[in-house]
T-cell receptor, first 113, second 117 residues
Framework: GENVEQHPSTLSVQEGDSAVIKCTYS??????FPWYKQELGKGPQLIID?????GEKKDQRIAVTLNKTAKHFSLHITETQPEDSAVYFC????????????FGTGTRLLVSP | DAGVTQSPTHLIKTRGQQVTLRCSPK?????VSWYQQALGQGPQFIFQ???????QRGNFPDRFSGHQFPNYSSELNVNALLLGDSALYLC????????????????FGPGTRLLVL
């Protein structure tokens, strides 16, 4: 079955720095890749997603890149702020049919003032 | 517009007992998926309901069962609870476009934290 690996498991940056989280997936049929942010005591919140027909997508300080040949995708956060501190999860699924999201193991991001 | 709601927020049970968790999807959504998130792990897919039928199932034993009601809300039932069932149970809803199901974003609720003693 599908397997998604995520690195690093923890990431500490200074406020204003950039943060990059990387994921690889195993199922070549996967073509939908969302990223979720989970704060303590809350459910995951979608922050950005990308589909296989594009290589990059940007939303203000957040961007995601996708390399289907290498089967990896990355989350980029620029100008980090303390409120960006949370656990981030990547996920993968096939876009058509009934979707089953397969999640990575998560990255704990800590942004220090 | 209310998002995905789940009840209860917390629950404590003992081994061998049965538990029922509830989920109301986001307004306009007709599909509900359930995930189990152990401490420090990513969510694991349990199953998905659409039109009151289980459409997909992950690698979970038959002790895990579910139901979807005509109003699209859903229940997750776990029988014969084990210590290892302690986790955050997440419900996610999505909306199937007419015809082909394409590009559906899943929106998560806050979860129910289950502790099995």
């Amino acid at each position: 079955g599908e397997n998604v690996e995520q690195h690093p498991s923890t990431l500490s940056v200074q406020e204003g720095d950039s943060a990059v989280i990387k994921c690889t997936y195993s199922d070549s049929a996967s073509n939908y890749f969302p990223w979720y942010k989970q704060e303590l005591g809350k459910g995951p919140q979608l922050i950005i997603d990308i589909r296989s027909n594009v290589g990059e997508k940007k939303d203000q300080r957040i961007a995601v890149t996708l390399n289907k040949t290498a089967k990896h995708f990355s989350l980029h956060i620029t100008e980090t702020q303390p409120e960006d501190s949370a656990v981030y999860f990547c996920a993968a699924s096939r876009e058509t049919g009934f979707q089953k999201l397969v999640f990575g193991t998560g990255t704990r991001l800590l942004v220090s003032p | 517009d209310a998002g995905v709601t789940q009840s209860p927020t917390h629950l404590i049970k003992t081994r061998g007992q049965q538990v029922t968790l509830r989920c109301s999807p986001k307004s306009g959504h007709d599909t509900v998926s359930w995930y189990q998130q152990a401490l420090g792990q990513g969510p694991q897919f349990i199953f998905q309901y659409y039109e009151e039928e289980e459409r997909q199932r992950g690698n979970f034993p038959d002790r895990f069962s579910g139901h979807q009601f005509p109003n699209y809300s859903s229940e997750l039932n776990v029988n014969a609870l084990l210590l290892g069932d302690s986790a955050l149970y997440l419900c996610a809803s999505s909306h199937g476009t007419s015809g082909r199901r394409v590009g559906e974003t899943q929106y998560f609720g806050p979860g129910t934290r289950l502790l099995v003693l």
